[in-house]
């Protein structure tokens, strides 16, 4: 609106070559044109954008949890829900659509509008695939992988992990096996389960303080945490909209302290939390863009939601800090005993660096190479847990599938693209309020 008031105000000028009134030019000029294009390729994407929304709601009915959050209009959850159109039906829908997005992106200059397309097409191949998957494809692990999140998982062998259990081992040394070991040490930084709301609270509220201090947050907004149990997951946030959110911790399994601070970044502050708060803001409510009002799990948007939270952890509280904070701050909170040197924190880093052997072991199992004890048993060596642990990881696999690769594959994405060039720590903030602020798909994290 604001390009067409000041083109109307140029036509009015009077001509400075004879001092001479001319009259406004009827024919319009490029410049009203791209406007008019513009305009015009905008309804197009609201449109498409529209219909979008329609039918990832009526996806939702077919699969429960397909629907991460929806926070739009209530009528339109309601008549998706009152008459779904049966799976064929919408799966031709999102491949008529996606020619749709693909007609309309042809006629797009904007960047960003351009950037919007993108995402809306990386969104319906993903909504294809996973109708697919509904129906009885089945995809290798790879390629499922690539189809529902945007980008191919390279895996590397189980044997290159091995010099990282060396290093585990070194810290850990003892009789039986490694696992073991490192869950008996590990379990004396167990949090009591009548200090994890005292402890989880000051951890998140440690969380948010370093994340509002470079990323302004919505005025009223908040979350509220449960404690749950019988879940495959350690922890979830369910955003609600309104800038709120329903923060969700599993207790089926003990809790350790490492725990706290990494709940705390991943689940709120930088992570799903902010990122889900920053795209109704900057999105849905400055922008109307309506298909960011729903969110489905199996898409592009999840490497970069899953990436950004893990990355947010370090980017809180980097180098010595979250060892500072562990150490001062939530252990007193807990009741754990401060350890008297820094083998705790050497151990969880040592672990970290062998963790891509989960996806490894992802696709050996759904590729059949490998059946489910050996993929408990391979779980239990290479990620350092009990049976217990062991079973409740591969039950997360057996339910979200490829899903697994978002966490450690999408934070080194994530790691990558906002540590490039050795940028100053004001810049790092810079960058990920970007990319939690604006369409991002994980390509946009490959580019230079």
Known sequence: MRKLITLSLIAALPGC??????????????????????????????????????LTLEIGTHEPGYIDAYYGLPELQKAAEAAPRDKPALLAATRALMAEVDLAARR??????????????????????????????????????????????????????????????????????????VETYLDAFTIPKDRLQKTFDAAIA?????????????????????????????????YQGGYHSLIQVNTDLPIRLSRALDLGCHEGYPGHHLLNMKLEEKLVKQRGWSEFSVYPLYSPQSLV??????????????ESSKAETERDVLMP??????????????????IKRASGARLTIAQQYFDGVIDRPTAVALTQKYLLVSPQRAEQSVSFTDQYRSYVINY?????????????GRPSRDEMWRRMAKIVSEPTLPADLLAR
């Open 206 to 238: 440690r969380c948010r303080g370093r994340s509002m201090a470079h990323i302004p947050m919505p005025e009223g907004e908040s979350f509220r945490l449960e404690f749950v149990t019988g879940k495959s997951w350690s922890g979830y946030n369910y």
């Open 108 to 181: 797009i200059a904007d960047p960003l509008a351009k950037r919007r397309a993108t995402f809306l097409r990386a969104q319906l191949r993903a909504a294809e695939t996973r109708l697919q998957m509904m129906q009885g494809t089945r995809f290798a692990f790879a390629d499922e992988a690539e189809r529902l999140f945007g980008v191919r998982p390279r895996l590397k062998p189980l044997a290159s992990y091995d010099p990282a259990l060396a290093k585990i081992e070194a810290l850990v040394p003892g009789e039986g096996a490694l696992a073991d070991r």
């Open 305 to 318: 939601a899953e990436g950004s939270a893990n990355y947010g952890i370090d980017l809180a509280f980097p």
């Open 17 to 54: 070559a004879t001092g001479e009134s001319k009259r406004p030019i009827d024919k319009p000029g490029i410049a009203s044109l791209d406007v008019r294009r513009t305009a015009a390729s905008t309804k197009a994407l609201d449109e498409i954008a529209a219909a979008y929304l329609r």
């Open 333 to 350: 909170i807990a009741e754990i005993a401060v350890p008297s040197d820094d083998r705790y924190w050497q151990l969880l880093k040592a």
């Open 408 to 420: 450690g594959l999408g934070e080194t994405m994530v790691r990558a693209w906002i540590e490039r």
